[in-house]
T-cell receptor, first 111, second 112 residues
Framework: EAQVTQNPRYLITVTGKKLTVTCSQN?????MSWYRQDPGLGLRQIYY???????DKGDVPEGYKVSRKEKRNFPLILESPSPNQTSLYFC??????????FGPGTRLTVL | ELKVEQNPLFLSMQEGKNYTIYCNYS?????LYWYRQDPGKSLESLFV?????AVKQEGRLMASLDTKARLSTLHITAAVHDLSATYFC????????????FGPGTRLSVLP
């Protein structure tokens, strides 16, 4: 089944404790992206990647890191999480210039 | 900075009625996407509009794109309860990459 998977789906952590949210797609898509969704703000793009080893900042990259060492994986790293990073996170993938396929979401709470 | 606006933000309508959701954006682009999100769920692609004048239809939903006016519409015909969801438009404005900006979403409730 073609899909985008994210892990974990739910995470509660404390300020400053490094964490990684994994994202994997099995559709051989070139493009992958991370978003955060907050009430009243819609989805905001954090980082995106056009292909392996090619990443770029979206609208809200501060406090986040990404890497794209393999085509199928695009992990999101929070090196020192803060409470303002409490949010619902979505990973997405797509062929270039086409609709995005979204993962199920990761709900992160930073205490 | 690209801004994407949607109107209305909240829409409550009766079954059987027609209505239109508007998506305005502030910079040149000919790539616009519509997504649906059910409560507590992820986003699902509805339409991909890649040129001026593009029109796509699926069931009771029809989307169009006017790049000169920087406007896309999502028209709902004879609404049914199953269409209740939040609808997002997203604009891809970067010619060298895929840099998406989403609108704030329109929460639609279709009442029996």
């Amino acid at each position: 089944e073609a899909q985008v998977t994210q892990n974990p789906r739910y995470l509660i952590t404390v300020t400053g404790k490094k964490l990684t949210v994994t994202c994997s797609q099995n559709m051989n898509h070139e493009y992958m992206s991370w978003y955060r969704q907050d009430p009243g703000l819609g989805l905001r793009q954090i980082y995106y990647s056009m292909n392996v080893e090619v990443t770029d900042k979206g609208d809200v990259p501060e406090g986040y890191k990404v890497s794209r060492k393999e085509k199928r994986n695009f992990p999101l790293i929070l090196e020192s999480p803060s409470p303002n990073q409490t949010s619902l996170y979505f990973c997405a993938s797509s062929p270039t210039y086409n609709e995005q396929f979204f993962g199920p979401g990761t709900r992160l709470t930073v205490l | 900075e690209l801004k994407v606006e949607q109107n209305p933000l909240f829409l409550s309508m009766q079954e059987g009625k027609n209505y239109t959701i508007y998506c305005n954006y502030s910079t040149t682009s000919d790539r616009l996407y519509w997504y649906r999100q059910d409560p507590g769920k992820s986003l699902e692609s509805l339409f991909v509009l890649l040129s001026n004048g593009a029109v796509k239809q699926e069931g009771r939903l029809m989307a169009s794109l006017d790049t000169k006016a920087r406007l896309s519409t999502l028209h709902i015909t004879a609404a049914v309860h199953d269409l209740s969801a939040t609808y997002f438009c997203a604009v891809d404005w970067d010619n060298y990459g895929q840099n998406f900006v989403f609108g704030p979403g329109t929460r639609l409730s279709v009442l029996p």
